[in-house]
């Protein structure tokens, strides 16, 4: 099993609005991660956790907050997003140990629109 | 600053024949590239990877070409077929100095098309 699961797979929030993406994965990796995609564009890292702790977070605007209940779950919290925020949100995992196979795998992505 | 490049923004082959993708970095702490395959308003799929200490990995029709002194890689596919038609992203991965932090960085992406 190799299936990381995102829901919703369309959100459309407005811009006063507070809404949750989840992200599940069951292959036991300890990394999970989340990405933006604009069109045309590569996936942009936004956070990386890491044994369920905040390892990297790239400079992301607090209205995106990360959240890690267990090492199967990610979830990222919007709040008060702009227009431009709208993008496909990718969910990532990885068995997050150094010397051991490190491909990421994706989940299908949460399409986001601000309106 | 890329550390990943893709040159090629799109590339268009017949049938059949090979197609040829191919990858530029300039970070040398990357250790591991991997190959991804995206259509359109879904997540990438994992297609082939390679660790900095080999030169070669071969997957079915897929293999991965790795040019350390170079900094290039390349990913091959023979025969090309019209499914694999897709966008195709080039990635590398390395640890911080502290080995604590993973990161995975994207090209930019080469848009293949396979004519029937």
């Given at each position: 099993?190799?299936?990381?699961?995102?829901?919703p797979k369309h959100l459309v929030m407005g811009m006063t609005n507070k809404k949750s993406l989840k992200c599940e994965q069951h292959m036991g990796h300890r990394a999970m991660y989340w990405y933006k995609q604009k069109a045309k564009k590569p996936p942009e890292l936004m956070f990386v956790y890491s044994y369920e702790k905040l390892s990297i977070n790239e400079s992301v605007p607090s209205r995106f907050s990360p959240e890690c209940p267990n090492s199967s779950l990610l979830n990222l919290h919007l709040h008060a997003l702009q227009p431009e925020d709208s993008a496909l949100y990718l969910c990532a995992s990885s068995q997050g140990d150094r010397g051991r196979n490190t491909e990421a795998f994706f989940g299908?992505?949460?399409?986001?629109?601000?309106? | 600053d890329q550390q990943v490049k893709q040159n090629s923004p799109s590339l268009s082959v017949q049938e059949g024949r090979i197609s040829i993708l191919n990858c530029d970095y300039t970070n040398s702490m990357?250790?591991?590239?991997?190959?991804?395959?995206?259509?359109?308003?879904?997540?990438?799929?994992?297609?082939?990877?390679?660790?900095?200490?080999?030169?070669?990995?071969?997957?079915?029709?897929?293999?991965?070409?790795?040019?350390?002194?170079?900094?290039?890689?390349?990913?091959?596919?023979?025969?090309?077929?019209?499914?694999?038609?897709?966008?195709y992203f080039c990635a590398a991965s390395g640890?911080?100095?502290?080995?604590?932090?993973?990161?995975?960085?994207?090209?930019?992406?080469?848009?293949?098309?396979?004519?029937p």
């Open positions: 099993d190799t299936e990381v699961t995102q829901t299908q992505g949460t399409r986001l629109t601000v309106v | 990357f250790d591991y590239f991997l190959w991804y395959k995206k259509y359109p308003a879904e997540g990438p799929t994992f297609l082939i990877s390679i660790s900095s200490i080999k030169d070669k990995n071969e997957d079915g029709r897929f293999t991965v070409f790795l040019n350390k002194s170079a900094k290039h890689l390349s990913l091959h596919i023979v025969p090309s077929q019209p499914g694999d038609s897709a966008v640890w911080n100095s502290g080995g604590s932090n993973y990161k995975l960085t994207f090209g930019k992406g080469t848009l293949l098309t396979v004519n």
